[in-house]
């Protein structure tokens, strides 16, 4: 049995650092406040007993020693980076939820087989640099460690050079085996608090597209310029915007679609837009769909562009599969939930998670917990502390039961 | 008879100035390179044997002595400062025909009556402070002094503070006698072009309203949250930027309706916008039109805010009647293109004009040439160099019937 309120007492002293006005918390990734995030999360593991190594990417692994120090860990983990109007549990909960399975277990005075690990993902939001689930990304191979360390932000600076600036630049290689990954994490979205389930045993990962769209059309005066002979990429991509929302809707059940991101050029209030560069995020939990949908986009963006006398183009930047967690994992959530007599239901994540990626190299599950109203990303994104005791007690029984045999 | 190849010369040199790799021209008011314009236009000024004095908005003004300087100055002149992507001619050439205006009258040795002086008035554009025509409205008294001084760019900078850091905040206090008042200016539009004229005889310029539009909605996380519970404020606004171009479509002929400026909060590419900035630029030549798209506008946003959930807040931010200009000032500009013989018809500035604020202090007439593709507010823009020679010979003979008068 875990202690809800040490767990909790750790999520309120964390949600300190970048600390809104709202409520929330704006710690972007490599900032100045995620390296104070990392470091009292470092502090706290080596309090724990813990070793800490930090890989070239940033990624953080505190190590609590097995019996055999030769089998890979069984590891859990999250991120500590968020949202610009980011929420105090979004990823910080399967950090500290990890501490607390290494803290009950110190207490217990439980040596595990496996050894066990909690890691920190870099830059799981994707806000500051994009994609999403660069530290997890890179530690599978499906990103390179350089092409990860070039990305910018919209000041141009890298992540790789910031992670040096902030100290967490590490010198280990990237990647190693993991004999299990776990992870928690409030589900983000509704359902389970619709449902009135304590616990979602998340049997996968829905798919994602990403986009970049660029419109261009001509810039002219405000005034002067009559309606007739306007190219105004604001007004394209205004029904672009429209054309998303409508794919999200005649997809469902299950379809998502969203601009996120929208920035116009040069942005003044007496010129006609000349260029608009926006993004896209669709997602569902059939690739099928995935697929038909993105051929709705590109017809759509087509057909608007000719009827506007504009340029379009359309990248796909980002995309990852749907994508199924491990049967014994799932199963060993499902046994958790059982064990405890806690309410729970079959879920798809909605999110991409750093367990997506880590699925690709490790037999991998997730625990879900309500959130509020279904509300993150956003500042008061919030949690009931009981709910997210109930999820760490889930954890504890899965990694134990996985470090064990 | 003005020296057209003087006035091109000038016009190249001040070009250079904040010179975009397109070929147009950055010079944001109250910018270094702001100053860097206006200190090459005093010095020319100065070479010329003007004096030159600067007010606490820090409008120029560059006089040359008359036979009784007891009488009000007959004035010209326009802006130095472009869009951020701007041309080479947009305020330029008025003031440099000013300046061109005044080397011409000594190379014949004219002594005028009336004194003549060249203005350069302070952030016509709009674009870093807004609203526009900031300096002649101070000087027209429309715009309270301390108003405009404390008025801040996107990065909270004041344009009082950054006329103090350029050296541009002068001494004089702003406003005094004017005896007459005329502007030349690209038309910046596609009339004179299309219909082969050199000179347009400027009767008024039409009216503007501008907006600001909040959209407010509620952020949460594009992956898990359901399309149905979703309260985009992007999608929304995208709704409103359409409606704003079809009220522009549905009051032809004469209306104009742009969406120029538009910022998304938190703008990350996997949160659901919470709330999207806009402004509106309505104008039209007759005023109860422009009342008739403000109550369109109302109604629209207020329908669409309803059926989407979201809140909107319409607030007029400028507004200006359509404008007459001065009967004599005018029949002095259409004598003045008889007289050379050019091509001539009478227009309607669509845009706004420091002559626009003139005219409620002075009697004011205006001279439109043509630019190319009535393309401006776009680093493209361009005349030709025969046509701004025109302009400043009609500038020249109505200048001096007003200041002989
Ligand atoms: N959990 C989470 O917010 N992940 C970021 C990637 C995504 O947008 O799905
Ligand atoms: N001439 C000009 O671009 N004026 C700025 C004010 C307006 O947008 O009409």
Redesign the interface.
């Known amino acids: 049995q875990v202690k809800g309120d040490r767990l909790w007492d750790s999520l309120m002293e964390m949600a300190k650092i970048g600390a809104t006005e709202k409520g929330g918390n704006c710690r972007l990734a490599a900032s100045d406040l995620d390296k104070e995030g990392r470091d009292l999360f470092v502090r706290w593991c080596r309090e724990a007993g813990c070793t800490v190594t930090v890989d070239k990417i940033g990624n953080i692994f505190a190590r609590r020693p097995g019996k055999d120090n030769s089998l890979p860990p069984v590891m859990t983990g999250s991120h500590l980076d968020t949202?610009?109007?980011g929420g105090r549990f979004d990823g910080v909960y399967g950090v500290l939820a990890g501490l607390e399975v290494v803290r009950t277990l110190n207490d217990a005075g439980i040596e595990t087989v496996a050894p066990v690990e909690v890691a920190v993902w870099t830059n799981e939001?994707?806000?500051r640099f994009?994609?999403?689930m660069m530290g997890s990304g890179v530690f599978a191979d499906v990103f390179a460690l350089e092409d990860i360390q070039a990305k910018q932000d919209v000041d141009g600076k890298t992540l790789g050079a910031e992670l040096r600036r902030i100290g967490y630049e590490g010198a280990e290689p990237v990647g190693k085996p993991v004999k299990a990954y776990f992870e928690a994490h409030i589900?983000?979205?509704?359902?389970l608090e619709a449902e009135e389930k304590t616990i979602g045993v998340v049997t996968g990962a829905?798919g994602?597209r990403?986009y970049e769209v660029t419109v261009v059309g001509?810039?002219?005066?405000?005034?002067?310029?009559?309606?007739?002979?306007r190219r105004?990429a604001?007004?394209g991509?205004?029904?672009m915007?429209?054309a998303v929302?409508r794919i999200?809707?005649e997809n469902?059940p299950n379809?998502?679609?969203?601009?996120?991101?929208?920035?116009?050029?040069?942005?003044?209030?007496?010129?006609?837009?000349?260029r608009v560069f926006f993004?896209i995020?669709f997602?569902h939990p059939q690739d099928e769909v995935l697929t038909k949908m993105d051929r709705e986009l590109r017809d759509a963006c087509s057909l608007i562009a000719v009827e506007s006398g504009l340029e379009v183009e359309v990248e796909e930047f980002w995309y990852f599969p749907p994508t199924p967690f491990d049967e014994k994992c799932v199963a060993a959530v499902r046994e958790g939930t059982k064990l405890y007599g806690y309410e729970h239901m079959n879920i798809v994540?909605?999110?991409?998670h750093d367990a997506v990626y880590m699925a690709k190299v490790a037999p991998t599950g997730m625990i879900f917990v309500p959130c509020e109203d279904?509300?993150?990303?956003?500042?008061v994104e919030n949690a009931d502390p009981k709910d997210l005791e109930a999820g760490c007690n889930v954890l504890l029984h899965a990694m134990l039961e996985r470090a064990q045999g």
């Open positions: 949202q610009p109007t939001e994707g806000s994009s994609p999403a589900e983000q979205g509704p359902i829905q994602q990403w001509q810039e002219a005066h405000a005034g002067p310029t009559p309606m007739a002979r105004d604001l007004v991509a205004a029904r915007v429209q929302n999200g809707l469902q379809a998502c679609a969203t601009v996120g991101f929208l920035q116009v050029s040069p942005n003044s209030r007496n010129v006609i837009p000349g993004t995020d997602r994540s909605g999110a991409g279904g509300i993150s990303h956003n500042e």
